[in-house]
């Protein structure tokens, strides 16, 4: 096991909101890891137990018909991972926690060069998050265990189950992009 580069690696929460309840994402069929929830209760615990930085992202859609469209309920973070008042909440209305947020300048300016991510949907905002954070050199570990996604049609039409989707994601960001990494593993990383 190694450590962070960073003695303040910080954790990065992606969308954990309502929203992802909704009906429509399960058109296809299940989701994948059902813990995933636990897992992010379980980093969410060793950070604060620690007192280490913790980072909300919050999607808030610009789409009329959204369940993540600010004044819906989906809007809401899920009760179990809601942030709490000392710590931050990024605003994102993208697939990605960098574009038109100053999430950046935020990580840059508390010195957090390590950042262990998790959250919601792990081939959507997760991966263009961490592929992002990867390319603008932030020490980037991915929690697999504590992301999930959805099984929905490839682009011949193919259904894909989400368990596939998930492992494609992991397998396009692991190595040029971040570290892909359990929950047990970052937090023993602390």
């Known amino acids: 096991m190694t450590s962070y580069a960073c003695a303040t690696p910080a954790l990065v929460l992606i ?7 909704h009906p429509k994402w399960k058109q296809h069929g299940p989701r994948n890891h059902p813990d995933a929830e636990r897992e992010m209760v379980r980093l969410l615990a060793a950070w ?10 919050r999607h808030d859609s610009t789409f009329p018909d959204s369940p993540y469209r600010p004044g819906q309920p989906g809007n809401d973070f899920k009760p179990e991972a809601a942030p709490l008042p ?6 994102k209305r993208t697939n990605c926690a960098f574009i038109g947020t100053d999430f950046e300048r935020r990580l840059r300016a508390a010195g957090h060069t390590s950042l262990v991510i998790a959250g919601v949907i792990t081939n959507n905002s997760v991966e263009t998050t961490v592929r992002v954070a990867g390319n603008m050199g932030f020490e980037t570990w991915l929690a ?9 049609p490839d682009w011949t039409g193919r259904l894909r189950t989400a368990g596939e989707i998930h492992a494609l994601s992991l397998a396009n960001l692991h190595g040029e992009y971040c570290t892909v990494v359990t929950v047990g593993y970052a937090i023993g990383m602390l």
């Open 48 to 57: 604060r137990q620690r007192r280490l930085p913790v980072y909300h992202v």
């Open 15 to 21: 969308d954990v909101q309502n929203a992802i309840d």
């Open 86 to 91: 000392e710590e931050p909440v990024i605003v």
């Open 144 to 152: 697999e265990d504590a992301c999930f996604t959805f099984a929905m």
